[in-house]
């Protein structure tokens, strides 16, 4: 299910289409199920209304929920068919989406969501297994085994594709990424709830329809039980991600504090890190990357920590030996790092972040794609960065004129495509970048009380 926020013309479009679609399974299902025999569907589906709103799981980390009434719907379908459980389905998403969201938008397509997959996902089983849903014939356990798996298959891609497709439309991320990430785990709730629909399946033909009574009240104890671990489950997030983010500013104090007394380390991190995670986003690096990215921009320079300081300070270009000294401060940075020992892959990305597209820079000579993604990333923005600042040796390009230096190096320094991608999106970002350096720990300043200090303590 997808919560309310702000929506572009994509998601508008998408919600139109599939609410389109969803209308007409939805007119379909109730004129077919108008003329119907069989009246038990009825006591199925009010017992789902009772349950969808209890039964609502948020599952810590991510937008999507698990809902209970799934169970109820599956269970629909191999009982009574497709047109009971669109029915069924519809009901289910409506309550549900209630709950999570005040958008008539998301609202309509939440609900078409759950009617197009219940259509796709019983017809397609009905064509595989043809008594599948059939309520004069009954399955042998086999063969609702099969049309159990097909089924849950379908309807799994289905609205997973869709919420996915809604959500990333706008997010603007990267489709297959973000479903991978969000979705791809909840499979599991699916064959569980196939797994639950074979069982009741078997317990109808057994005891009767009453038996759901029986199934509804443990599913209540279940849904109780499943939100009191993952609010638990929350919580700890929550401490894990303050943590977090204690240690990446304390990250940012030292790296600041190093920049503040020389070192080479520059005293803009806070626009590289900007710069960077709005290019990583845009190539579509995972999450795990992007915090990499995130602290890498702050820490890949730490390594100048190790080089002759009159070498970092000179005011003329460094000789080919000088260079060479220099171009130490990589494999110093990443050895801090892993001494550190973060999560994610922060020293690869400092170890890279000076190869070349055409595999002639430094560490290893990589070449292309055997450089990390974000190493390509920071190495676009750091450029971009020192380009636009004042050195000693020359004074700062304007942004047309440092774009037009790196184009002329595409391909032979920087990865063509994130080139590309990183000019699209620079003119905004750096107004943004620029913003977010000038809110951030005041460099100047440090560096002026850091002098000061210094300077009484010689005199004393």
């Excluded at 033909?205 to 009191?228: D, E, P």
Aim: glycine share 6%; aromatic share 10%; proline share 4%.
């Amino acid at each position: 299910m997808t919560q309310n926020k702000n929506h572009s013309n994509t998601t508008i479009l998408l919600s139109i289409l599939v609410t389109l679609a969803g209308a007409a399974a939805v007119a379909t299902a109730v004129a077919r199920q108008a003329v119907a025999a069989e009246h038990a569907w009825m006591m199925m589906i009010a017992m789902m209304l009772l349950i969808a709103p209890l039964g609502v799981i948020k599952i810590p980390g991510i937008k999507a929920r698990v809902v209970l009434g799934d169970m109820i719907t599956f269970a629909c379908a191999a009982l009574f068919g497709p047109s009971a459980a669109v029915i069924a389905a519809t009901f289910d998403g409506a309550v549900t989406s209630l709950k999570i969201t005040k958008s008539p938008l998301t609202f309509c397509y939440n609900v078409a969501t759950c009617a197009v997959s219940m259509t796709a996902a019983t017809m397609t089983a009905r064509a595989a297994f043809p008594r599948f849903g059939s309520t004069s014939e009954r399955l042998p356990l086999s063969e609702l085994v099969g049309a159990m798996g097909i089924f849950a298959l379908c309807y799994f891609l289905i609205s997973t594709a869709l919420v996915a497709s809604f959500i990333a439309a706008r997010k603007r991320a990267p489709l297959w990424q973000f479903w991978r990430e969000n979705f791809l785990w909840t499979s599991l709730s699916y064959l569980a709830n196939a797994g639950f629909t074979v069982a009741a399946y078997e317990l109808v033909g057994r005891f009767g329809f009453y038996i759901f009574f029986v199934g509804a009240a443990a599913m209540f104890l279940i849904s109780l039980f499943y939100r009191t671990y993952f609010d638990k489950v929350e919580t700890a997030n929550s401490r894990a991600e303050s943590m977090e983010e204690l240690n990446y500013h304390t990250i940012e104090a030292m790296v600041a504090a190093i920049g503040a007394i020389g070192y080479g380390v520059k005293m803009n991190v806070r626009r590289v890190q900007h710069l960077a995670l709005a290019l990583g986003k845009e190539a579509g690096c995972s999450a795990d990357e992007m915090k990499a990215l995130r602290v890498a921009a702050l820490f890949h320079d730490i390594g100048n920590v190790a080089a002759p300081q009159h070498m970092l300070e000179k005011s003329t270009m460094l000789t080919p030996e000088e260079f060479e000294k220099i171009k130490l401060h990589v494999g110093t940075g990443a050895r801090l790092a892993e001494v550190i020992g973060f999560p994610y892959p922060v020293a690869d990305i400092i170890k890279h972040h000076h190869e070349r597209f055409d595999g002639t820079g430094y560490p290893n000579k990589l070449k292309g794609e055997e450089i990390p993604l974000p190493a390509r990333v920071l190495a676009i923005v750091e450029c971009y960065n020192a380009l636009t600042m004042d050195h000693p040796f020359r004074p700062r390009l304007g942004c047309p004129d440092a774009l037009k230096v790196m184009k002329d190096h595409s391909l032979s320094a920087f990865d063509p495509q994130l080139l590309a991608r990183f000019m699209d999106l620079v003119t905004t970002a750096d107004v943004e970048a620029r913003r977010s350096q000038s809110s951030s720990i005041e460099i100047d300043e440090m560096q002026a009380e850091f002098l000061h200090y210094r300077q009484s303590c010689q005199a004393a």
